[in-house]
């Protein structure tokens, strides 16, 4: 088999999870459920994050909370300070890619 092949999370409880770490590209999946938050925390390379089911609040650095609904792409430069939560009331699943 030439391919491989990687499995992530698809339950609904929060959770985050390390999916890839090979050839300087990192895939982690954040999954929140309803009224759920991460730990605010700086990220120290870009960030890419896929807003792959759900809504996602989020306040960079020193701005207010902005909404991105799902088939979103925001990109996220190094060293910026982020406060994430799920802003709606189904699970929120969020895919985040770095190059490292």
Do not use: W
């Amino acid at each position: 088999m030439i391919e491989t092949v990687y499995t992530y999370h698809t339950g609904d409880n929060t959770k985050i999870e390390r999916i890839i770490e090979d050839g300087g590209v990192r895939i982690n999946l954040l999954t929140l459920g309803a009224g759920e938050g991460a730990d605010p925390h700086p990220t120290p390379d870009d960030a890419h994050m896929i807003v792959a089911k759900g809504t996602l609040n989020v306040a960079l650095g020193e701005q207010d909370f902005h909404t991105y609904e799902e088939g979103t792409i925001i990109k996220i430069p190094a060293n910026t300070m982020m406060n994430l939560k799920n802003g709606g009331s189904t699970v929120l699943r969020v895919f985040v890619i770095k190059k490292q």
